[in-house]
């Protein structure tokens, strides 16, 4: 190679899909949020679905970059982090299980990663006893056969039996699609007031809650009360109102009765928006290869079936009688067919020139491709010259359809004898006019017959 065109091959950028995720300015917010306890998830951010903040699609450097971050993390208890085919491999579940050691996380739904293998997961098994994990879900398809779902099942039963974290209210009444799913214990089932009761008291009660400040950590007296009695239980007025407007000051989107509720914010909504968009344009261009893909199929079957008939126009006619035609030809470098219309044949060297659509123009021995529908395809004939166009000039006239023969069967039922009709009425009267003219020439008539002969000239007889 020239050392012109090495220096120019050396030049050119490598091409990184996952570059455009991590240089994002959305996912530089979500890792920082993450990494700094201010990500505003589900139970206060305390439950992380990845899936409502990067795509399913994410590859494994985006994956490490939320791992990573995650291992900063002190806040989140339950981590949904299914279905990412694209970027979960042994060496991101080997990353989860370095995160679960910290003992933070005892909620885990891994399903649906079927890029990992059996001797990863039997690792990830022995490795499961180190950790806080008492819930989890795992696709069985890597299982089959093997004693793995039974060892991370009774792992994590002897773990809920020992109770290595306590458990947030908030976090058991987001968590569910385990193989166990938590339930909340039996003082939390009788508390009146329902779920945001049990919030405002989880709320009150936990040291570390977002809104710890305005109930009081745990023990001291709540705000608003006389503080007569040590460690009241019962929270004060200014304590409620202010969880009150906490929880109505957080957006929330609900999705129906019995649906889960997504707390968003607006740097969520702004990612949120963003990966829509993003979204969009990837649906977009399915729709137009698919569309392509398609086209390309009928012009394939259009060129094939117009083989023969090219060869013996250019029998008969030479060069000079494809001149006009539609054609497709392939470029092998551009890796793409390119469509355009011969305009012209140069008798000396037995080429045609072709324009293309996009204004470029090249030479083509398309006598010696009119056979290879590979790399030459002919698609439509010049406007006149077409089969349809000769038929009607030689006064061919447009083939009709046959009529449908008479039936042949004869039926041995006798048909029934209609009644005469009757006579039409005076003057051609037809609808009611004609009933009431006939009916009155029927009396008159009637009449007419019915008298004497002395009175038929009072009725107007002769």
Known sequence: MPKAEESIATSRTKREPEARVLDSKPFKEFIERLRTNTLDCDAGG????????????????????????LKENTKVEALYIQNFEDGFFDEQLAKLTEVLKLKRIWCLNVGENFRTTLPAWRQFARDLEDTAVSHMYASEHHFIGTDVKRRMKDVIRETRKANVIPHSLEVIMNCGNMWFNPKLPKWAQDVKGGAAAIIARQQAASADSSVCALAGAGGERAPGEDGTKPRAKKMGSVA?????????????????????????????????????????????????RLARKKQEAADAATAEKNVERV????????????VGWKVRVWWPLENEWFHGTVTKFEQGGAKHLVEYEDGDTQHVLIGKLAGDTAKVGFLRAPRGQGIAAKEKASGGEKRKKPEPPPPTRKSSRAPARRAESPPPPPGGLRGSHGIRAAAQA???????????????????GK
């Open 46 to 69: 305390k439950v992380l679905r990845l899936k409502r903040f990067i795509k399913s699609n994410a590859g494994p450097r985006v994956l490490n970059a939320v791992l990573d971050a």
């Open 240 to 288: 409620a109102s202010g969880i009150e407007a906490y929880l109505r000051e957080k957006r929330s989107i609900s999705r129906g009765h019995g649906k889960r509720v997504v707390h968003q914010t607006a740097k969520g909504a702004a990612f949120v928006s963003g990966e829509t968009a993003k979204h969009r344009r990837t649906e977009k261009l399915r729709r137009e």
């Open 311 to 322: 060869k013996e126009l250019l029998r008969q006619g030479g060069g000079a009688a494809v």
């Open 442 to 460: 029927r009396r008159l008539q009637q009449a007419l017959d019915s008298a004497p002969k002395r009175r038929r000239s009072s009725l107007g």
